[in-house]
């Protein structure tokens, strides 16, 4: 199982069995439902500041692109 954190609200998610990636400046990003996917979308150099926090309470995961 491979695991990476969902960028916009940091939960973990299971690239083995998501659907849900998205492929962005060379990155492939994967994301823990469609909600943050959308957001992701529409602005990404947001969520990829080095100064933001994920929206979950309690996340402080830092984010691990998977290489394409």
């Keep these: ?16 069995t998501s659907l849900l990636s998205f492929d962005y400046d060379g990155t492939t990003y ?3 439902g469609k909600g943050c996917l959308l957001d ?5 150099a947001a969520y990829l500041s080095s100064d933001r926090t994920p929206s979950m309470p309690g996340s402080d995961s830092a984010y691990q ?3 394409n």
């Design 1 to 16: 199982m491979s695991i990476a954190i969902d960028p916009v609200c940091g939960m973990e998610v299971d690239t083995a």
């Design 30 to 32: 994967w994301f823990c």
């Design 40 to 44: 992701f979308k529409d602005d990404p």
């Design 65 to 67: 692109p998977r290489p």
